[in-house]
């Protein structure tokens, strides 16, 4: 198998991974059978061109999959959208600290974000949490947007998830962490804003 194959083959192994957990894996995804869409002893170049290559292959499941998600929420408009940007921040006392500014109009989309405490400093009142704020640095009208965490009970959590699932600013507003505690948290963020 070329190098070029095994990539292809890879990718789409990671393409259908992306999805576990997704609405787009609660519908049945149904990708058309036929010569045209099944991978077996292909030549070189039948792996990138005409509709039987890797890149028919996946652009037939991304379109089923957009159909599910569709089906699932509802939505027509709903699309996949996989976020682009991190930012990782390490606030050592209780404040709000400020994630993604404001940018005109534009609305902060949340994919994920993973967090770490340290254990040493930890009480069974420190929290925090994600907030959107209307102001420069966290100032203006502050609200939360997203589930309180108490660091006695879970001191980490990753983040697993690329895709956007409606965890957002709203338009025109900013994105800070509110913090309670005094230890140091370790809180990475994994956005996109448009």
């Known amino acids: 198998m070329s190098n070029f ?58 379109s089923a999959a957009q159909a599910a998600v569709n089906v699932n929420t509802g939505n027509a408009a709903a699309a996949l959208h996989v976020c682009g940007s991190h930012i990782t921040i390490n606030p050592t006392t209780a404040t709000d600290t400020q994630l993604v500014a404001i940018s005109g109009s534009q609305t902060v989309y949340v994919c994920d974000y993973s967090f770490s405490v340290n254990g040493a400093a930890v009480t069974s009142s420190d929290a925090f949490y994600l907030e959107s704020n209307t102001s420069t640095a966290c100032g ?28 957002n600013s709203g338009s025109s507003n900013g994105v800070c962490l509110h913090t309670t505690q005094s230890g140091t948290v370790s809180f990475s963020l994994v956005y996109d804003r448009y």
């Open 140 to 167: 203006g009208t502050l609200a939360q947007i997203d589930t309180e965490w108490f660091a006695a009970t879970t001191p980490a959590k990753t983040d697993a998830n690329p895709f956007y699932r409606g965890l």
């Open 5 to 62: 194959r095994a990539t292809a083959a890879l990718a789409g192994v990671l393409l259908v991974g992306a999805f576990a957990g997704t609405a787009a894996a609660q519908q049945s995804i149904q990708v058309p059978d036929g010569n045209d869409t099944t991978l077996g002893a292909k030549a070189d170049s039948a792996w990138t061109s005409g509709s039987g290559s890797v890149v028919a292959l996946l652009k037939a499941f991304i």
